[in-house]
């Protein structure tokens, strides 16, 4: 019986003991996504550098290149959202911004649209280098993005970008 005993004694402290190892590989693993990443690519044909910047509380957000011109006909604000973890290389995001007409000397500029886009993110296996893809639609400026229901779509867009990662000392 003793004999019995010890072996669901070791096998229970075995399980724990790789279970705990587990959680805490997948912690670990989820930080090596943080951090900052510099990326070109194209959003709709238009070449367009973006800094993406992954937290760690899970805030995800991203500068684009061509915020202050008219490339793309309207100016970009940057994108703020969430990430989670999707598997062992890669991150979605979900993200909203706010797009409008750059200011004139006759017009203050203003707001034309809300959007939202979802972004898909992989990492070699080092965390060094980072594919991004994202696809996004947008809305009138009063549309409620958490919930736009039916609401008209006013633009879509997409891209894809590659880039790396930032070491700032």
């Known amino acids: ?16 003991t790789i ?16 951090g900052t990443y510099y990326t070109i690519g194209a959003e709709d044909g238009i070449p367009t550098p973006v800094i993406v910047q ?8 991203t500068v684009s290149g061509i915020q202050n011109t008219t490339l793309a006909g309207v100016v970009f604000t940057n994108d ?16 909203f ?8 000397e006759s017009c203050p500029g203003s707001v034309v649209s809300n959007c ?9 296996n080092n965390f060094q280098e980072i594919n991004l893809t994202v696809s996004g639609k947008c809305y009138a400026p009063d549309v409620n993005l958490a919930d736009p229901g039916d609401a008209p779509v006013i633009h879509e ?13």
């Open 1 to 16: 019986m003793n004999g019995r005993r010890l072996s669901w004694l070791f096998m229970f402290f075995s399980m724990a």
């Open 157 to 169: 867009f997409s891209g894809s970008f590659q880039g790396k990662r930032l070491n700032i000392p």
């Open 54 to 61: 992954i937290g760690r509380d899970g805030t995800y957000t």
């Open 97 to 104: 911004s706010i797009s409008s007409l750059p200011p004139t």
């Open 116 to 124: 939202i886009a979802d972004q898909v993110i992989t990492f070699t």
């Open 80 to 95: 703020v959202g969430t990430w989670k973890k999707t598997c062992k290389n890669e991150i979605t995001a979900k993200t």
């Open 19 to 34: 279970l705990m190892g587990v959680s805490g590989q997948s912690e670990a693993g989820k930080n090596q996504f943080v």
